[in-house]
């Protein structure tokens, strides 16, 4: 596992709010800085793939009424990451970044269909690769498909960006005195009850010692920062991991 700001490539989880910066769901003012992130992270040299939810468009969780089950409902929120993905991909190209939508879904009109050795080679030929469609079935977040293909890509880190600049003891908003963790184990945060990510997603990335940094993705540069090695938002990784004078607080 490369050491923090020495990745070869990594796993950019980022919700589907962040595309939507302004009225629309897909607004200028989110997908620009977006794209811009990523293009400049890209030229850095690092292997980047990237799964993003659909919240600015359809959350499948919110769009429960009566005679609507959870399938069809979660169904056509994957559906809406693949309308995202499109997105993001048209701009990325058009700022000279090669760029591959890959669904777990198979629409062949649209998007190729998700094959790890497939999208291996994409990210080898250095290519950002954007996964759509979730994990393709119904109650898992796209959360656990970040979690899923950061392990089946051999991603060096799973980057989720947020609206938060890290993990915290307590939540910040409600509360001036919350500390930030600078570093710390899938242990403590299981033990501190802090939600991260959905447990399905999180106990994945502990079993299989994939390190996780959240971060906040909506300042300008920290992407790339943080691809730099630079102390950007929090590190979680596995116990064994990290020796016990590295843990602490920001």
Not at 236 to 250: L, S
Request: net charge neutral; hydrophobic share 45%; glycine share 12%.
């Amino acid at each position: 596992m490369a050491a923090l700001g020495g990745w070869r490539r990594v796993l950019l989880k980022v919700s589907g709010e962040a595309l939507g910066g302004g009225s629309r769901p897909i607004d200028p003012e989110g997908l620009g800085p977006l794209t811009n992130a990523i293009a400049e992270a890209w030229r850095e040299g690092v292997e980047i793939a990237v799964v993003g939810g659909g919240g600015n468009i359809l959350r499948g969780a919110q769009t429960r009424m009566p005679g609507l089950g959870r399938t069809a409902a979660d169904t056509m929120g994957m559906l809406a990451t693949v309308i995202n993905a499109i997105a993001l991909q048209e701009v990325l190209e058009s700022a000279g970044v090669p760029t591959r939508v890959m669904t777990a879904i198979e629409m062949k009109a649209v998007a190729e269909p998700y094959i790890r050795r497939r999208a291996l080679r994409h990210l080898e030929k250095r290519r950002v690769v954007i996964l759509a469609g979730g994990t393709g079935h119904p109650y898992f977040s796209t959360d656990t498909a970040a979690a899923l293909r950061g392990v089946e890509l051999e991603a060096d880190a799973l980057l989720k960006g947020t609206q938060v600049d890290g993990v915290y003891d307590k939540d910040p908003k409600r509360h001036p005195d919350a500390r930030r963790f600078a570093e710390i184990t899938f242990d403590e945060v299981l033990a501190r009850k802090i939600q991260v990510m959905d447990r399905t997603a999180f106990t994945l990335c502990d079993e299989q010692r994939l390190p996780i940094v959240v971060f906040e993705m909506g300042v300008p540069g920290n992407l790339t920062r943080l691809i730099r090695g630079e102390n950007v938002g929090t590190l979680i990784r596995h116990a064994a991991a990290v020796p016990a004078a590295e843990t602490g607080e920001a």
